[in-house]
Structure formats: C-alpha cells, structure tokens
C-alpha cells in the first residue's frame, strides 16, 4: 500500500497542476480526477483520491503554490478537498505574488486567499517591478499573524497608515523614495516594535540622524539593510539631497550604535574615496552582503571583512583594481561598467561562485579559494593567458566554466588546466577561432543559447564519457572532432534558420553514441566510427551519396537512423544489422534504396515520390503486406519523431 501511495503523490501532483488552471469549475471534475490517477494496490484493490490519508495530500499539496497554481480552486472538488485546505496551515505559510501572467485574476485571487486562509499566512512577498493594486492594503491588517512583508509600493502616508496596524510584523522592507521622511520613518518605530529586521530601500530623504533616533526605540533589531540611491533617478531635481543624505548616512555607519546592525549595504550614486569605503567595511562587524556602484571618486576597492558572504560591483568607471580578503566570502560578481578596471585578486578560502566581467580592460585575475566550484568568466579581451591558466590550476575543484572573450586566438584547455571541470559553456562574446579541450572529467559542453559565436571555426574535443554536447549559434564552424569512450548525446545547428557549411564532423566514440542530431548541415565530410549508434538524426542536411556511404561504413551498428528532408541523396545502400527503424520522409530526390537489414521494423518513404526499393539488390514492390517490415508508402505524409522507438507527430 505505501508504494501505491507514494507512486499516486507524483502522479496526482502532475494532474492537479493541469486542472488548477483551467478555467472550468473544478467540482465537476472530482470523479475524473479519482478515475483517471487510481493505482492499484499490492492486494489488487483500486486506490483513487478519497482513499489517500490526509497526510499524503497535504505532501502533494505542498508541492503547490498558493497563487501560481490557482490552489483555492482546489477546495472546489470535494470536501474533503475542502477541509484539508482550510485546515492545513503550512500549506499557506508563504504567498509569493507574481501578477505578470494573470493580472486579471490578481486581485480576487490574493483577496480569496487573505479572506479565507489569512490566518495561517507568516510571508508575503510580491515580485519587484510588478503591479500591486491600491485596494489590497485594506486585507493586510486582517493577516494577524503575518510576520514578513516585501511589497514593492512607495511607502505614502497612506501606506504607512495601513501598515502602522499590523503589529506583528518583525521583517519588512521600506520603499522611501522622495516620500519618507525621518518622522514617518520614528512613526512606524514607533507602531512596529516587534521588527527584527529592515530594509531601508532608497530613502532618499532618510538622514543618518533619523536612522539614529530609530534604531534605540527597535529593542529587537537584529538586522538592519541599507539601500542608499537604489534605481536614483538623476534628473530629478531632489536627486542631489539624495546623493548628500546618502554621503552622510556612509560616513556615520562607523558609529557603535549602528555598526553592528548593518548586514547589507548597497551603496550606488555615493561618492567616495578608497580609505572611505575600507573604514566603513571595517567598521560592520556583521556585514553579510555589499554591493557598490555608480561611485565618483572611487580609484580602487580594497576590503578586509570577516563577515563578508557576498559581494557585488558595476558601473564604477574610476575603479583600476578590486582586491578582497574575506574568508566567509561565497558570492562574487564583477558586473559590467568598470571601464578602468585591470586587475582582480580574491582571497576567500570559502568562495562558490564567481562572475567576472572584465569590460575588455582586465589584464590579471587572481583568485584563492578551496571551495570554487563555478567561474564565469567574459569580455576579458586583454587578459594575460598565463594569469588566467594559473588560476584555474589553483582551484581544482572547479566544476562549471563559463567562458567569454579571452586573449587567444586558440585556446587549449587540458586536463591540468581544468583537472575538475564537467561544464564548460561559451558565451556569446566567445571571441576564440579554435577551441581545444582535452579533459577526462569534462561532461558536457554547451554555448549560450541567446547570441552567436561569429569567431569559432574549429573545436576538437578529447575525453572519456561525455553526457551532451549541445553546439548552437555558431555560425563560423567548420571542423569539429569528438573523441571520447562513450557519449550520450550531441546536438549541433538546433534551432537556426541558417545553414552551417562544415567541411569535416568527425566523432570517434570507442564504446557507443547515444544521440547524435544535425540539422540544417552542409557536410563535406562526416566521419561516425563507433561500436553502436542508438540514434543518427540528419535533419535537412545536404550531403552527397558518397558521404553519407563513407558515415555509415564506420558505424555500421545503427538502431534508429533519421535523414529526413536530406533532399540531395538519390542512391543509397544502407547495410547495418542492428538497424530497426529507417526514415527518408522528404527525401524527394532519392531514386534507389537498397536495404539489407534483418532486424528492420518500419521504414518511412512519406513524400519519396520516385523512389525504387530494393532488399538485397532485388527490387521489391511497395504494398505492406508483402513487406517484411511496416512502411509509410510515398503518397502518404507521416512524420516521425527523434525518439527510439520513433512515434508519429499529432497532426
């Protein structure tokens, strides 16, 4: 009965999912709900929706959220349903609200959910940047037990009227825009006593002494974010106090009272200087994050925090250098906008992930850590190659690699530059003609599915047991060579309206492909040397009977063979033991097929309209009784799927 059980949660989870969003009543589909996801039990009994214990529909519940999968609507179906939703707190614990896709439904749908399962609510957050309508402040008071609260409104007087009310808030983040000021911000101290933790988000009017006079009155503050200037708009006249408020607030956060309080600081449109920045980082003996931009004056940025987890910098064209220690350190991005910029040295033992974006001026790139698992690393068009080798050989437990422009013009990476590496991806300013990569952890490799590459002509790859290889957007490709143990699957020119001209494709797979897809291919040379192919997609490719004669000659041990569309073949000889399922839909130009293939199960010929079919060099009739296999006559237009086995498309 218990694997009965689990095996219904995930297949309820599925069906519960599509029918929360349709646009039907969901009373009416109770009793299709239950016949259609029953199981069988271990004792041969039938288990559907009102055999399964409460408990196991809360799990599948939870896999729900309230607002994006319409949950209310469940309570529609049936009593039980019903009692289980209204009861079952932890189910609406947290409200994340995205109106984008259903602004229509927006507003009756958060009201239905504060109305019925207020009480059960802690968290609500709206996604930044999206609409929140005026009226719902008027069903916030009633969440009495609502803790946490991120809305992204300016806070007016009116707001802060409504949110004076509620209490029992002890996390909240403060849209302060032009709007606060020192007093509204001592009036919600004084309403909101329980805050634990707040954010100030562009207060531009807030002054370091309105912070000062608050802090004392919160006792149970733990931690205080300050977002100075963030999204300032710098041709508002006001733009100027804000920019000063914002100075004032930088300098005193040295001071005892608040140091302690400040976990995350962002600072943008502030100007300061090196020393500055270092005294105050210093000072914030909890400081968890700090993000910097849009800083005058700022020549370089030099930090010693012990507390530091992430840290993020854009948009200073002064900053020459960026130099970081910090043992807690996790996160970095150098984004882009840091124009002088030239070297980068990060000493953190505990650093994971690191972006950096060079702005096509960074030279050195030095990083020290035990735990770097994921480096990107784009527009470094100056950078020194030695530097750079150097610092993948330092992190060797690097496993995901995101490459932009470098300073080669071939770049090899071996298996002592990247002894750990299984993801590498080229970005869209890859800038590199040849890539060479021989490595015997790497997996799978990938480009960046939104720009192309114009520079690569040539990739060899070398390595043993490669899970995808997915090469898209490379418009300038000529060669590429794949040399490994086994591969799962590699998939080149998908999704491109443009047709890639390559003079050679060569993989040498020792132990077998699973999946190997072209489309959209002119190949002068195709070269598959394997024990076994499961699959081999060419999909409008031109290629010539002799190249595709030469491809199958090393790789005889073909299971699923696809050259659909190839519409420049006219004789082919196709002789593979293994071979099972063969189509030729849209090969208009082909004339003869001579098939001597034993295991054959189906052979499509949709829209082969002068083709001769021959078996062992005696020309058969095309009628499908007589045929040792199932056949797709020409008149007919049946297309196949990629998969094994192959399945028709849904007309």
Not at 153 to 159: A, G, I, P
Not at 361 to 389: A, G, Y
């Amino acid at each position: 009965m218990t694997e009965a059980i689990a095996a219904s949660v995930w297949l309820y989870i599925s069906v519960i999912k599509r029918t929360a969003s349709r646009k039907v009543r969901l009373h009416m589909l109770g009793p299709e709900i239950a016949d259609g996801c029953a199981v069988r039990s271990s004792n041969g009994g039938s288990i559907g929706i009102t055999d399964l214990p409460s408990e196991a529909l809360v799990s599948i519940f939870k896999h729900l959220q309230p607002v994006d999968d319409l949950m209310p609507k469940l309570a529609l179906v049936c009593r039980k349903w019903h009692d289980l939703l209204y009861y079952s707190g932890g189910l609406w614990k947290t409200i994340n609200i995205d109106p984008t896709f259903y602004s229509h439904l927006h507003f009756r749908l958060v009201v239905c959910i504060f109305r019925l399962y207020g009480r059960h609510v802690h968290t609500v957050t709206w996604r930044e940047n999206t609409t929140v309508y005026e009226s719902i402040f008027a069903c916030l008071p009633a969440l009495k037990n609502l803790k946490v609260l991120r809305v992204p409104v300016l806070w007016t007087r009116r707001v802060i009227d409504d949110m004076c009310l509620m209490t029992g808030l002890e996390k909240v983040q403060i849209n302060g825009g032009f709007t606060m000021t020192d007093e509204h911000f001592l009036e919600i101290a004084n309403c909101l006593s329980n805050l634990k933790t707040v954010t100030l988000n562009a207060c531009s009017k807030l002054t370091f002494e309105g912070i000062t006079r608050v802090v004392p009155r919160l006792k149970s503050l733990e931690d205080l974010h300050i977002k100075i200037n963030s999204n300032l708009p710098l041709t508002d006249g006001r733009s100027e106090t804000a920019i000063r408020n914002g100075h004032s607030i930088i300098k005193g956060l040295v001071a005892p009272i608040i140091n302690s309080l400040v976990t995350v600081l962002c600072v943008h449109f502030v100007a300061m200087e090196t020393e500055e920045l270092w005294d105050v980082v210093n000072s914030l003996s909890n400081l968890r994050k700090l993000s910097i931009s849009n800083c005058e004056h700022l020549a370089g940025i030099r930090l010693s925090a012990a507390s530091l987890q992430k840290f993020c910098v854009f948009n200073i064209w002064s900053t020459t250098f960026v130099s970081v220690h910090a043992p807690k350190l996790r996160h970095v991005t150098i984004d882009s906008g840091m124009e002088s910029i030239e070297h980068v040295e990060l000493f953190a033992l505990s650093l994971k992930r690191a972006l950096i974006n060079g702005s096509n001026s960074l030279r050195t790139l030095k990083i020290k850590s035990e735990k770097l698992t994921f480096l990107e690393v784009s527009n470094c068009e100056l950078i020194e190659m030695k530097c750079l080798k150097e610092t993948l050989r330092n992190n060797s437990k690097l496993l995901c690699l995101r490459l932009g422009c470098v300073s080669q013009d071939s770049l090899t990476l071996d298996e002592t530059v990247i002894p750990s590496v299984q993801e590498l991806c080229l970005l869209g300013d890859f800038s590199c003609e040849a890539l060479h990569i021989r490595s015997p952890s790497i997996r799978l490799i990938h480009t960046q599915a939104e720009n192309d590459i114009i520079t690569l002509n040539h990739m060899y790859l070398t390595a043993n047991h490669l899970c995808k290889v997915a090469l898209v957007g490379l418009p300038a490709l000529r060669t590429v060579t794949v040399q490994c143990v086994s591969v799962d699957c590699i998939e080149l020119n998908l999704c491109s309206d443009d047709q890639l001209h390559l003079e050679s494709f060569v993989v040498h797979a020792l132990n077998a492909i699973g999946f190997l897809r072209l489309f959209d291919c002119k190949v002068n040379l195709l070269s598959l040397c394997t024990q076994l192919a499961k699959t081999v997609v060419l999909y409008r490719c031109q290629m010539s009977d002799y190249v595709l004669q030469m491809a199958l000659g090393g790789c005889p041990n073909i299971a699923h063979l696809n050259l659909e569309k190839c519409r420049e073949l006219s004789n082919v000889n196709i002789f593979a033991q293994p071979l099972k399922f063969l189509n030729l839909f849209g090969c208009a130009s082909i004339s003869k097929l001579n098939l001597d293939c034993p295991q054959l199960v189906a052979v499509n010929l949709g829209q082969c309209s002068n083709v001769r079919l021959f078996i062992k060099g005696i020309e058969q009739g095309l009628k499908k009784l007589l045929l040792p296999f199932r056949l797709v006559e020409p008149t007919e237009n049946v297309r196949w799927t990629h998969d094994l086995p192959p399945e028709e498309y849904e007309q």
